[in-house]
């Protein structure tokens, strides 16, 4: 009964409550406010791919790793005892609701390394000046300048570095050979479905990727979505790195 009261709660502002501010950051904290205690039980089924790409990624030992669009800071429980490694690991949101739920939860569980921090996904540079992983996890299809928050990973990433993405995501009409191509009523009803809550799917996302990196891992599949047993929602995981432009010498 709890977890119906939850997810009634979490649906509630994902279907029926209208989105309100005037800038992008005033809309998310309006979206997530009254559902970020509740958030994490319900995305966990919603958002497929999350803890595959977490935990497939490597922790640098004492490395910066920095997950832009973070949220409650879930995805790091993922990395297990390996984020004790890290040397930092900043949680990126413009929802300072989420970002309660992250820092409570990093105090909770004695991340002391793990710092949650409210700023735009585009703009965002960590005070060390470069990072060594950095993520979006569901985040680059909430982000209206989507691209310059790719670009912004790109600068900030080591020469080397890696980059890890898991989205929704709909094909191009005529993709490239090897890759999904999705039929029309997909390429028009998911997009339309999310944009509801102002998630927009994007054929952008995985050429420009990997014309910005050198693919490590690529995958793309279909997920559930919870209570509609008809759905299947394209999803996407791509792992990147930063080419070097300078093979014999990679940034330290």
Known sequence: MNSLRSDLAVLYHLALRPIRGGSHAE?????????ATHYDHFRKRLLPGRKELFQSLQAPDRGVWVDLGGGTGANFEELGDRIHALGKAY???????????????????????????CADATTFRPPQGKADVVTFSYA????????AAVENAESMLKEG???GVVD???????????????????RLFWPLWFSLDGVFLSADHLPFLRHRFET???????S???YLP??????????????????SRIDR
């Open 168 to 186: 929704f995501y709909v094909s191009r009409p005529f993709p490239i050979h090897g890759m999904a191509r999705h039929s029309k009523i997909t």
């Open 27 to 35: 809309r998310m904290e309006n979206f997530y406010r009254g559902q």
């Open 230 to 247: 008809w759905g299947r929602v394209p999803f996407y995981t791509f792992v990147g790195k930063k080419p070097v432009s300078n093979p």
């Open 224 to 226: 559930k979505v919870p």
């Open 161 to 163: 570095g890696t980059i």
């Open 91 to 117: 949680v990126v949101d413009l929802s300072p609701s989420l970002l309660t739920v992250a820092r409570q939860r990093a105090e909770q569980r004695g991340w002391r390394n793990v710092e949650p921090v």
């Open 140 to 147: 680059l299809t909430m982000i209206p300048d989507w691209f």
């Open 216 to 222: 490590i891992l690529l995958t793309e599949g279909r």
